[in-house]
């Protein structure tokens, strides 16, 4: 029910932005992580996401939110049409990927982000048993 909050939510955020958002989740029924923080690494990806599709100039921007499961890790992957993203971050930004790098460690997983040809892919790997 939490993750349908936070992904009902963002869709809202990205309808009034003219944005498309894809969702295809492969969620376990038992994470052994508390629903606050994986709510806050879904708000946060999708977040970032949307402030890039949006900055991006593409018109019928989409975004693509999965996850899957492999052996003892769950990897949630998101990816937006973005500018290159720049090493400082605007003022006022910056903190979700702060927040995703530190949860994602507090459960022994990583974040990190690419970029190539005008898209942006964040992802999110966590030990979830």
């Known amino acids: 029910p939490v993750v349908n909050a936070v992904l009902t939510e963002k869709h809202h955020t990205c309808e009034d932005s003219g944005i498309k958002l894809d969702v295809q989740l492969d969620l376990p029924k038992s994470l052994?992580?508390?629903?606050?923080?994986?709510?806050?690494?879904?708000?946060?990806?999708?977040?970032n996401a949307i402030h890039g599709a949006g900055a991006s100039g593409v018109k019928e921007a989409a975004i693509h939110?999965?996850?899957v499961v492999e052996g003892d890790y769950l990897f949630i992957k998101v990816t937006n049409p973005s500018?290159?993203?720049?090493?400082?971050?605007?003022?006022?930004?910056?903190?979700?990927?702060?927040?995703?790098?530190?949860l994602s460690a507090h459960y022994d997983g990583n974040y990190w982000g690419t970029f190539e040809d005008g898209i942006y892919?964040?992802?999110?790997?966590l030990i979830w048993v």
């Open 32 to 47: 052994s992580m508390e629903p606050l923080h994986l709510c806050s690494i879904l708000g946060n990806l999708l977040d």
């Open 83 to 102: 500018q290159e993203p720049s090493n400082k971050p605007a003022a006022g930004h910056g903190y979700g990927s702060r927040i995703l790098r530190d």
């Open 121 to 125: 892919t964040a992802t999110v790997s």
């Open 65 to 67: 939110l999965s996850s």
